[in-house]
């Protein structure tokens, strides 16, 4: 992965591909640069995305694709177009973000990388963070209702274990494994365990994993608090339910992010419970994960029981009582009223046709970023 010095008339160029995993910090990481919060030997990295790199997503499966000629075409001129501007850039350092590449296989990733992106910059390196399984499983859960997917929207905890470990969900040792195998020692893997991050934080963490070095500041507020609460997910849930039948998935997942946007911004609830695994299904997902973690640890983290401890404590920890799912059992019945009104409500705007909810709900993360950097640069907010 690594090419022969580059010329003596600019420093060598480091291109660093994030790739997750989902739930470890990535918003944040994605929020810092590209809010241009982040200098690193005195300069701003080049980021070149309005929020993430997400959508890359889509065009590498389009690329790995048999008989789609004309996405696989498309794929290839987004390819080269945004590794044209990563070789034009005269940053030193230069970042790709998306937790959703998690999910494309490491072979078709190499093949990517060494095909349109290996004379864009002298270094690449892949890296990615991996939460404990336990805290895997809750908060895919949660991301999953926040976003509308009927895998855990229309499911309990219990009958979402059942759901995603039939399906091989949160494994991470063969898929890692592969990643290793592809890229060797250009591949970094780093645990989301809070102890284990350079200063406890997942952004001061990935700069220095990513870019080798302790030479960087970071303006303002590093980390962004992105979780809700029980009691605010089941608020959400209420809406999701609402526009179940008459939204598309895209959509959900645009409503999803826009209401925790904006609870983001308000004060927390009087009562704020998290998310945890009652004591049978932690018992459940120790078994189901145990030699996973092990061999995570093993080969991975040096022998440290890392994600063994967590599912330990996971289980060690857990309430007796399942928590409810149902919206109800956690908010009052005014609460309920007002809330089926509200999405009632919005689910009669989200039927107009003549608006772009998704792109317009997006606009509005687009904003926040646009604000951050102003705050930094003393530049006026320009209209999108």
Not at 49 to 65: I, P
């Amino acid at each position: 992965m690594t090419k022969p010095a580059s010329p003596q008339a600019r420093p060598r160029k480091r291109l660093v591909f994030h790739i997750g995993d989902h739930k470890t910090g990535s918003t944040s990481v994605q929020t810092a640069f590209a809010s241009d919060h982040v200098r690193v030997k005195g300069q701003v990295p080049f980021f070149p995305a309005k929020l993430s790199h997400n959508w890359l997503k889509d065009h590498c499966q389009a690329y790995a694709a048999p008989n789609k000629p004309k996405a696989k075409a498309k794929a290839i001129n987004t390819f080269k177009n945004l590794a044209a501007s990563i070789r034009e850039s005269e940053a030193e350092f230069c970042l790709i973000s998306g937790e959703s590449l998690e999910g494309i296989p490491a072979a078709v990733m190499k093949e990517i990388i060494d095909r349109f992106f290996a004379h864009a910059a002298d270094e690449i390196r892949v890296i990615a963070y991996v939460r404990p399984h336990a805290g895997r499983f809750t908060s895919g859960f949660t991301e999953r209702v926040k976003t509308g997917l009927p895998n855990a929207l229309k499911r309990d905890l219990d009958s979402f274990f059942t759901f995603a470990y039939s399906n091989g969900a949160f494994l991470y040792a063969p898929r890692f494994q592969a990643w290793r195998d592809q890229f060797g020692t250009d591949f970094i893997l780093r645990p989301m365990v809070r102890d284990q991050l350079y200063k406890e934080s997942v952004v001061e963490d990935f700069i220095l994993h990513a870019f080798d070095t302790r030479d960087f500041d970071i303006l303002g507020k590093a980390d962004a608090n992105e979780s809700l609460c029980l009691e605010d997910l089941m608020r959400l849930k209420v809406l999701q339910l609402r526009i179940f039948k008459t939204s598309t998935p895209q959509l959900r997942h645009a409503v999803g992010w826009e209401f925790a946007r904006l609870i983001a911004r308000m004060p927390p609830p009087e009562t704020r419970t998290k998310l945890r695994l009652h004591k049978s299904l932690a018992k459940q997902v120790h078994s189901a994960y145990l030699e996973d973690a092990r061999t995570m640890d093993r080969d991975f983290f040096d022998g440290q029981p890392l994600l063994e401890s967590d599912l330990e404590r996971a289980v060690q920890t857990a309430p007796a009582e399942a928590l409810s799912m149902e919206p109800a059992d956690h908010l009052s019945a005014t609460d309920m009223r007002s809330l089926e009104v509200m999405a009632s409500m919005i689910d009669g705007l989200l039927r107009n046709k003549d608006v772009s909810w998704v792109p317009f709900l997006r606009a509005n993360r687009i904003r926040d970023i646009k604000a951050l950097r102003a705050a930094i640069t003393e530049e006026p907010v320009r209209p999108s």
